[in-house]
């Protein structure tokens, strides 16, 4: 390999039988200059912005437009915020019938558009109708809005949801782009979300059809009786959401993280999806967009399923708010369990990777537990001083503002650590290089990693011909010795290792037998290969600004002219480049003197029946047949712009053909085909026999001429219709 010595790299390529042995090959390797082992794959690194590659520093130190990709630190805080506001409001819907002070409710009453729940705000904010509900069920007409329009609304958001997603699935698979498959995943990612924002809203608005007053009515509509046609139909949409959102979404997102889950140890998880955020971040793998890897890459191994967990959890909640109205003791129950449930876990297992995310998960669980347990106890008729209305309306005051000035605190340094402001050596996302959870071996096999998939980027995103093999027969070499090494410390890392090399030898088997830089060509191919790699940037650069001078050019016609200029260039040369006066000169001359035409040489000729006048005759006739000559080619059109005939000196067997510039071929303004059949002029149309005596052709001059004007005038139809036949070479 060039810039090694053979058995030496800047990785072990041998087996390795012992850690001692092993430390000190790499204390030896590292010693070695820099530059001694610079090969194209370090070329590759520096180019894409890695510019210490033994190192790999700049790997583990993602830019923040990079990081951005994978932090998912504004999401996770959203749908936090999110889940307490739209929880708190459902239960304040509920506590209308403990019930809460009046004051609170109307304080608070903002907060059910968290849940876009219009029916309950309406029922707050108009007069008189907050203390009949008290009471029990009221006159839905009270409220100024129909119920009914607030279920097509949201029948129709639905149904538009679903055909939205079909429709731009279709598009994206009609318009095929290269990026196919980041577009899908990037589709679902956004459904997905629109899932858990709005899927609070949509169960309590479907729960509210399953709520009947004494007189058998529904609450929401008393002109329509339940269990009639109608309430039906209400009431298998409900049952439609329900078991579409809250049964088999969150089954879909269990089997999808189920698949993607790598290992069910944590260290060994935790450090696969470092590595997979740190290649989606550099661009080097989208396994981590394709594979849905947001849905659990905010939690730890044993919250992966957080996402699901909390859907199910929404659903006893929205099971316990339609079906449990009359049992308003089993209906906060049905809040107050889960919530003290997954209290209880979070203690003993952190969910969140991100530190700071915890105690923010555990005070809003805190929160909500209290305010579900002041409406067990109220339910229950507690006689208790501390929930009398001025007590409870302090409670609740304090609760949430305790909740409030804690988020706040929490967003403010959430802000500070994401921008930088805080804490700058150590990152808020986890990430590789700076887990302490990660061991030095497991961190030096997933910097190979990132080397091997920038190399394995490279190769594949180039043409087969210019793809350089020999980096990736070099990877193939160091990650096969990183598999032996990590299968004997049982790293972590083995499993991706191991991986990363099935791809190394798929890509090295399909761009070997083509690929210029591979091992089985000669050096002198290998040589011409890097010139022309040279030279391929300034070609490319030259391509881009053709595109941009032709840009009101359609693409077919940009090909043709491109073509055709290649054809110009092969066949007339470049005038920058090529002395083109001369190379006509003596082409020319070649065709139109007997003397040292190769054509008529071959052929035994000393001339032709009558057509070719000998213009180096010195004597009287040469003006005559000089004259009669450039009259015929110039009836006939096939004389050559531009050419003029000047006497030689007498010692000269030929004469001089001298061109002007208006007869420097070029694709640009001339016509290939005419300029090439111009040229053939004088070469005999047919073969004569070198037998033929001057006599004869002397006795047969008229007999000749007369021919000879025939053929001109074929000559000159044959000619016109080639013109207008034959494509003039546009300009390019």
């Known amino acids: ?198 899927a609070v809203p949509l169960g309590i608005a479907s729960a509210k059809v ?73 661009s080097l793998d989208p396994i981590w967009a394709l594979n849905l890897y947001h849905m659990f890459s905010s939690f730890r191994l044993f919250w992966a399923y957080y996402r699901p967990v909390m859907f199910f959890m929404k659903s006893i909640f929205i099971l316990a708010y339609a079906s449990l109205l009359w049992y308003p003791s089993w209906q906060i129950a049905g809040f107050a369990i889960p919530l003290l449930m997954i209290l209880i876990v979070s203690l003993i297992k952190w969910p969140f990777r991100v530190t700071c995310f915890n105690p923010q998960f555990y005070v809003t669980l805190l929160c909500l537990l209290l305010l579900a347990s002041f409406g067990l106890l109220q339910t229950l008729d507690s006689e208790s001083v501390f929930f009398q209305p001025k007590f409870l309306y302090s409670e609740l005051m304090v609760i949430t503002f305790t909740w409030l000035g804690f ?120 040589v011409t290969a890097n010139e022309l790699m040279e030279l391929l940037p300034s070609f490319k650069q030259r391509l881009a600004q053709r595109e941009y001078d032709f840009i009101l050019v359609s693409p077919v016609k940009r090909r043709m002219l491109l073509k055709m200029y290649a054809l110009g260039v092969f066949l007339n040369g470049r005038q920058q480049e090529r002395d083109k006066n001369a190379f006509h000169s003596e082409t020319v001359r070649r065709l139109y003197n007997p003397r040292t035409s190769v054509v008529l040489q071959q052929r035994q000729v000393e001339g032709d029946d009558g057509v070719y006048v000998d213009i180096s005759l010195d004597d009287g006739d040469m003006a005559v047949a000089s004259n009669y000559r450039r009259k015929h080619l110039r009836e006939t059109g096939l004389l050559l712009s531009g050419i003029k005939e000047v006497d030689g000196d007498e010692d000269d067997d030929t004469d001089t053909i001298r061109f002007t510039d208006s007869d420097m071929i070029s694709s640009i303004n001339d016509n290939d085909m005419d300029d090439l059949r111009d040229m053939m002029v004088g070469v005999p149309s047919r073969p004569s026999t070198s037998g033929v005596s001057s006599a004869k052709n002397s006795s047969g001059s008229s007999n000749t001429l007369q021919s000879s004007r025939k053929r001109s005038r074929d000559l000159l139809s044959t000619h016109s219709s080639l013109q207008s036949s034959t494509l003039m070479v546009p300009p390019v």
């Open 1 to 198: 390999m060039e810039g090694t010595s053979d058995g030496e790299d800047a990785i072990p390529l041998l087996p390795v039988t012992s850690q001692y042995r092993l430390q000190t090959l790499l204390r030896k390797q590292q010693a070695q200059e820099t530059e001694g082992t610079r090969t194209e794959a370090d070329a590759i690194l520096q180019e894409r912005g890695y510019d210490d590659v033994i190192d790999g520093d700049y790997l583990l130190h993602p830019t923040p437009k990079q990081r951005r990709k994978t932090m998912l630190v504004a999401e996770d805080a959203f749908l936090l915020i999110l889940d307490y506001l739209q929880i708190y409001a459902l239960i304040m819907a509920i506590a209308i019938r403990w019930p809460w002070p009046s004051d609170w409710l109307i304080a608070s009453r903002f907060l059910f558009l968290a849940n876009l729940d219009v029916w309950e705000f309406m029922k707050v904010n108009t007069p008189g109708v907050l203390a009949a509900a008290r009471d029990g069920f009221i006159d839905s007409t009270l409220i100024g809005v129909d119920y009914r329009l607030i279920l097509v609304s949201w029948a129709i958001f639905v149904f538009a949801c679903i055909v939205s997603y079909f429709v731009f699935f279709i598009g994206m698979n009609y318009q095929k782009k290269y990026n196919l498959m980041l577009q899908v995943a990037k589709l679902k990612r956004v459904f997905i979300m629109l899932a858990q924002i709005f």
């Open 407 to 526: 988020t706040v605190l929490w967003l403010v340094y959430v802000i500070l650590r994401y921008t930088g402001k805080l804490c700058k050596t150590r990152p808020l996302w986890p990430r590789m290089g700076h887990s302490d959870e990660i061991a030095e071996n497991t961190k030096k096999y997933l910097k190979a990693l990132l080397c091997g998939r920038v190399v394995l980027e490279q190769a594949l995103r180039v043409n087969k011909l210019f793809s350089p093999a020999h980096e990736v027969s070099r990877q193939i070499q160091i990650i096969n010795a990183y598999c032996r090494e990590a299968e004997m410390l049982n790293d972590p890392a083995h499993d991706a290792l191991w991986d990363l090399l099935d791809e190394l030898l798929q890509a090295h088997a399909r761009i070997s037998p083509f690929s210029l830089f591979a091992e089985s060509v000669k050096p002198s191919i290998r």
């Open 210 to 282: 399953f709520h009947c007053n004494d007189d058998g009515y529904m609450d929401v509509h008393n002109q329509t009786e339940c269990l009639s046609g109608e309430h039906l139909a209400y009431v298998c949409f409900a049952i439609f959401v329900f078991a579409g959102l809250f049964l088999m979404f969150p089954i879909w997102m269990v089997m999808k993280i189920r698949s993607q889950v790598f290992s069910y140890r944590s260290k060994r998880h935790e450090g696969y999806l470092q590595l997979k955020e740190a290649e989606y971040s550099h």
